[in-house]
């Protein structure tokens, strides 16, 4: 997997969060793409790293790759709340309480605006906001409890350029981001912060797969102040940072690691 190579390859000049050694995280849609990579980086930190995804096979090799360290995969789908309460709960109870929570799991699948039904709508939601909020209201008795904690919920800045043909799926990351504001108001008495990554065009191997073509990435280079290609190591950096005690003063905030994509073409 490319992007779990680049987070390997720099892991020597990677920043080191002491206050991240010995944190239980958890993080959904962990096995592959960005969420691969943000496991990866918990590790080199010395975390006790949960996470969840419907692909067991990228899942199970990923633990194989970062062994002998603890890392621990759970076999869930997201959209099924019951099921992610369970792994949750058994996490609390295996490691004590998730004091990193990052809510990563999405599926940003393209559709004609004319081809949008009511069904389809509740399943974007599902796959890419919904269990944003209830992991959140899972993990936070144990945080009150460990005196704190941190939690980052993955948006896009799809939403922020107004981007066409996903219309259900940056309405459910605009959303993040009041979700965010408002978790952050609620849990912040308990020494919980929220904040939100706020990704851009980040090189996935499902992008490769499924979108990328050499118009396309010449769109982005040229649309972007920065002019090379995000990995979704870049993202991970970030998360890194707002789980930390670096970032204690920071909650309620969305964190653009975008290239400047959104500044260049009109959104922000």
Not at 155 to 160: A, P
């Given at each position: 997997?490319?992007?779990?190579?680049?987070?390997?390859?720099?892991?020597?000049?990677?920043?080191?969060?002491?206050?991240?050694?010995?944190?239980?995280?958890?993080?959904?849609?962990?096995?592959?793409?960005?969420?691969?990579?943000?496991?990866?980086?918990?590790?080199?930190?010395?975390?006790?790293?949960?996470?969840?995804?419907?692909?067991?096979?990228?899942?199970?090799?990923?633990?194989?790759?970062?062994?002998p360290?603890?890392?621990?995969?759970?076999?869930?789908?997201?959209?099924?709340?019951?099921?992610?309460?369970?792994?949750?709960?058994?996490?609390?109870?295996?490691?004590?309480?998730?004091?990193?929570?990052?809510?990563?799991?999405?599926?940003?699948?393209?559709?004609?605006?004319?081809?949008?039904?009511?069904?389809?709508?509740?399943?974007?939601?599902?796959?890419?906001?919904?269990?944003?909020?209830?992991?959140?209201?899972?993990?936070?008795?144990?945080?009150?409890?460990?005196?704190?904690?941190?939690?980052?919920?993955l948006?896009?800045?799809?939403?922020?350029r107004?981007?066409?043909?996903?219309?259900?799926?940056?309405?459910?990351?605009?959303?993040?981001?009041?979700?965010?504001?408002t978790?952050?108001?609620?849990?912040?008495?308990?020494?919980?912060?929220?904040?939100?990554?706020?990704?851009?065009?980040?090189d996935?191997?499902?992008?490769?797969?499924?979108?990328?073509?050499?118009?396309?990435?010449?769109?982005?280079?040229?649309?972007?102040?920065?002019?090379?290609?995000?990995?979704?190591?870049?993202?991970?950096?970030?998360?890194?940072?707002?789980?930390?005690d670096?970032?204690?003063?920071?909650?309620?905030?969305?964190?653009?690691?975008?290239?400047?994509?959104?500044?260049?073409?009109?959104?922000?």
């Open positions: 997997m490319a992007s779990f190579a680049i987070a390997t390859a720099v892991a020597d000049t990677a920043a080191r969060y002491p206050s991240l050694a010995g944190r239980v995280v958890f993080v959904s849609g962990g096995g592959s793409g960005i969420g691969a990579d943000i496991v990866a980086r918990f590790v080199q930190q010395d975390a006790r790293v949960a996470f969840c995804d419907v692909a067991e096979e990228p899942a199970r090799a990923l633990v194989g790759r970062l062994a360290a603890t890392v621990r995969y759970h076999a869930c789908d997201v959209r099924d709340i019951a099921a992610l309460r369970a792994v949750l709960d058994a996490i609390d109870k295996d490691w004590g309480a998730v004091t990193v929570l990052v809510n990563n799991a999405a599926r940003d699948d393209r559709h004609p605006l004319e081809s949008v039904t009511p069904e389809y709508w509740d399943e974007c939601f599902a796959v890419n906001l919904r269990h944003h909020f209830f992991a959140a209201q899972a993990v936070m008795p144990g945080m009150a409890r460990a005196g704190g904690g941190s939690i980052i919920n948006g896009s800045v799809s939403w922020m107004g981007t066409p043909g996903m219309v259900a799926y940056t309405a459910a990351k605009a959303a993040i981001c009041g979700l965010t504001r978790l952050a108001r609620e849990l912040g008495p308990h020494n919980i912060r929220v904040n939100s990554i706020v990704p851009g065009a980040v996935t191997p499902r992008q490769r797969a499924l979108w990328r073509t050499p118009q396309l990435e010449r769109e982005f280079l040229d649309q972007q102040c920065l002019k090379f290609r995000l990995v979704g190591d870049d993202i991970a950096r970030g998360v890194l940072f707002l789980a930390s670096e970032a204690r003063g920071m909650t309620g905030h969305d964190l653009i690691i975008d290239a400047g994509l959104a500044q260049t073409s009109g959104g922000g």
